[in-house]
């Protein structure tokens, strides 16, 4: 809504653009970027809470393989030696939301009309 308003599309409707053009060739190429790097930024959100309800064990079923179950069951092994159970499924769970972060940051970048 606040693009809707900004002068480069007030000038597009005054030299007669059809509004269904105006918002795929002016307003999508400039909203596209935040929306995208929100939408990644959910979804890394949502890995996160999954994990974490799996692994206070409200998540999915114990019998469904999560990350969240996975450092649940490490975690009772974690004092007798065997860190490692609980070590690699947290630095995949660490690796995954930083890489969609990342894509989101790439994407935004990769999308963004300014920079062209």
Same mark, same amino acid.
Do not use: K
């Given at each position: 809504?606040? %693009?809707k308003g900004k %002068?480069?599309?007030q000038a597009a409707r005054v030299i007669g653009i059809h509004p $269904? /053009? *105006?918002? /795929?060739?002016?307003?999508l190429p400039n909203v596209m970027g935040p929306v995208l790097v929100l939408a990644? *930024?959910?979804l890394a @959100? $949502? *890995?996160i809470a999954e994990a974490t309800l799996s692994f206070l064990g409200v998540g999915v079923p114990p019998t469904t393989p999560s990350l969240g179950t996975l450092i649940?069951?490490?975690?009772?092994?974690l004092f007798s030696g065997e860190w490692w159970i609980t070590f690699f499924p947290c @630095? $995949? &769970?660490?690796f995954l939301v930083l890489s969609v972060n &990342? /894509?989101?940051?790439? &994407?935004?970048?990769a999308l963004n009309p300014r920079l062209r």
């Open positions: 809504m606040v %693009e %002068e480069y599309v $269904a /053009l *105006i918002m /795929l060739r002016h307003i990644t *930024i959910g @959100l $949502a *890995i649940r069951v490490g975690n009772n092994f @630095l $995949a &769970l660490v &990342l /894509l989101g940051d790439w &994407l935004r970048d």
